[in-house]
């Protein structure tokens, strides 16, 4: 019994040490971007609208369905994103455009960079989310909080020329959109 309890209490001292590793490891590459005591909904905002001159380039962050992944030489770190809100962020573009699943705040780039676009985004109930003007990013994307869990069609209006997609915020959907042509 004496054994086991030893054994145990070895491995629960082995598991706490990794615990303490990998946390100090999520402080330090999130304090060497300014990213500390950020949450993922803050984190995703300030990265997406940065001038694509000044993101990271060491820096790695992957929008997700449920979660923010960021990582760089020291490791990884995934933040929740909250259960009742989905980022979905969209590139239209005339001509020029790239597969994409889940966004990449750091190194996606679409053709329309800083752009005035009309967004009307409507669910499958026929409920209008969000319609209104909305710049592009630097990076060329249109960035939205949308509630989990729901389809429906965005539309977007660009110098004359319109487009639409399908769009869905369920676990197995896409955060990154770049297939909007407007003609």
Not at 17 to 45: F, I, N, P, Y
Request: hydrophobic share 35%; charged share 25%.
């Amino acid at each position: 019994m004496t054994r086991t309890l030893i054994a145990s209490a070895a491995i629960l001292t082995l598991l706490a040490g990794c615990s303490s590793a990998d946390t100090s490891a999520e402080v330090g590459l999130l304090a060497d971007h300014g990213l500390e005591d950020k949450t993922a909904v803050q984190v995703v905002d300030e990265l997406d609208r940065l001038p694509v001159a000044q993101r990271p380039e060491s820096l790695m962050a992957s929008v997700q369905a449920d979660r923010l992944v960021l990582s760089d030489d020291q490791g990884e770190v995934a933040l929740d994103i909250p259960d009742d809100r989905f980022y979905v962020s969209v590139a239209p573009y005339a001509s020029e455009t790239h597969e994409c699943y889940f966004h990449s705040l750091t190194t996606c780039k679409g053709e329309l960079g800083g752009e005035q676009v009309d967004v009307t985004v409507t669910d499958d109930s026929g409920e209008v989310l969000i319609d209104e003007q909305m710049s592009t990013f630097d990076n060329g994307f249109v960035g939205m909080w949308l509630p989990r869990g729901i389809t429906g069609t965005i539309e977007m209006e660009y110098d004359g020329k319109t487009g639409q997609v399908d769009f869905g915020t369920g676990e197995d959907d896409p955060t990154c959109v770049t297939t909007l042509q407007v003609t």
